[in-house]
């Protein structure tokens, strides 16, 4: 729950045989896997850009600049 906002969020995706990841790796699950960002994490937005890359490959503005610091 959202202290702010009183809202129930949840992060987490779907990383299917079809995600990038999962492709790169050359490998197939029987099974639909998860991503997920814990509640206690302290990086939520970067956790998410992350795993959106995991599923797409693109990379966005915040996965491109972590990656030159």
């Known amino acids: 729950m959202n202290p702010d ?9 779907p990383l299917g045989n079809d995600s990038y ?3 790169k790796l050359g490998v ?3 099974q639909s896997l998860v991503a997920f960002v814990p ?3 302290q990086k939520k937005e970067e956790s998410i850009e992350l795993i959106k890359y995991l599923i797409s490959g693109e990379k966005t503005k915040g996965v491109e600049e972590r990656n030159n610091d």
Do not use: H, R
């Not at 906002?5 to 995706?13: D, F, N, P, Q, V």
């Open 5 to 13: 906002t009183s809202e129930t969020e949840l992060y987490a995706l």
């Open 21 to 23: 990841a999962i492709s």
């Open 28 to 30: 197939t699950s029987k």
């Open 39 to 41: 509640n206690y994490s």
